[in-house]
């Protein structure tokens, strides 16, 4: 018992809408967690979900008193994650996702991390895993673990342990929040990458490390995923607006493809050769767009080559569609001001 007063009380903050299907699954693996059971409490903060989340929380919550319920009226990711650190107990703050699961170590990893590094944030290795059991949910989940298909981000396909620009379901120590401030309740998406930017101007680190890792279960309908890469899409120029720093080039890759077809499409019809410049865009996507799902199809199965190909273009375009949406939603409109909200220091900017 001594031992184990020595280690930091962990808050984790769940921001949860509509997760049902996922919820008891990602409890249960946090309660078997090798932490102490008496040194961590787990924050699930429900956007009024429609479905029988609440319930299920409220189920848990009444056999498992370190598990409790917080109401998000906002019901956006920020402002689930402001409420959950200002009610956290904890000097160490987990923000993680019910739309996965976590091995016994991982609590007790992150702590690790943190205390050896001295890093501000720290987080590790998606492990992407199908929504469902169809070949479409598990195209989209070998989509998700590609460099062509979803980007090279480290915490997706792997790399050394080292300083990073962001990672997935952060651990932080409760200062930094002291530091930087809460997270940007104008973002509806993005706003981890946000605020990770503004940790990173304040001159502490975001670190990656491999030996933490978690099981994310990806969109299992094709609908799903567009539509989670289009609103993921469309956020990015708000991000840039709210702070420079805020996205990488590489989240702008397809709109710039996108731009170039559309453009491309439509001057050809004052400047025929200008449609054979989009055909030669498209040519060359589409030596790239094989060679990749060759590639993942020799890896995953041959079965897949009937889907992947036309998958990647249908993610990249929806992607690149999306902030391109966002710069007529966004870009043409001043940025709000942070609202002012009693006991909160607003995000700076």
């Known amino acids: 018992m001594a031992e184990n007063a020595n280690k930091p009380f962990v808050t984790v903050v769940m921001p949860v809408l509509n997760e049902a299907d996922f919820i008891e699954s990602c409890l249960a693996s946090l309660l078997e967690q090798d932490y102490p059971p008496d040194r961590f409490e787990a924050l699930v903060v429900d956007g009024r979900s429609t479905d029988d989340t609440r319930e299920k929380v409220a189920a848990f919550s009444a056999r498992h008193p370190q598990v409790r319920l917080i109401d998000n009226p906002k019901r956006i990711q920020a402002a689930a994650i402001n409420l959950g650190v200002e009610q956290a107990k904890g000097e160490v703050i987990v923000r993680l996702d019910a739309h996965a699961t976590y091995p016994r170590d991982y609590i007790r990893r992150c702590v690790e991390v943190l205390r050896r590094t001295g890093a501000a944030n720290v987080g590790g290795m998606w492990e992407t895993a199908p929504g469902a059991d169809t070949r479409m949910a598990r195209s989209i989940a070998i989509l998700c673990t590609q460099r062509f298909g979803i980007g090279g981000a480290r915490f997706r396909v792997g790399g050394e342990a080292g300083p990073v620009d962001t990672v997935p379901f952060g ?35 975001v670190y990656f490390d491999p030996a933490i890792r978690s099981t994310y279960y990806a969109r299992g309908t094709f609908g799903g995923f567009m539509k989670q890469l289009f609103g993921n899409g469309l956020y990015h120029i708000l991000t840039l607006k709210v702070n420079p720093r805020g996205c990488s080039l590489r989240h702008f890759v397809p709109l710039v493809f996108v731009c170039a077809l559309l453009g491309l499409g439509v001057g050809g019809c004052f400047w025929t050769p200008a449609w054979w410049f989009g055909l ?70």
């Open 280 to 349: 030669g865009i498209l040519a060359l996507y589409a030596v790239a767009d094989t060679a990749a799902s060759l590639a993942a199809a020799w890896r995953h199965g041959w079965q897949y080559t009937a889907v992947l190909p036309w998958l990647f273009f249908c993610a990249h375009v929806c992607y690149g569609f999306g902030t391109l949406v966002g710069a007529f939603r966004f870009g043409l409109r001043p940025l709000a001001e942070p609202e002012d909200q009693p006991g909160k220091e607003r995000p700076s900017v």
């Open 171 to 205: 651990a932080f120590r409760r200062d930094v929040f002291e530091k930087v401030g809460l997270l940007d309740e104008r973002l509806a998406r993005g706003e981890d990458n946000e605020f990770n930017a503004r940790i990173r101007r304040h001159g502490m680190t």
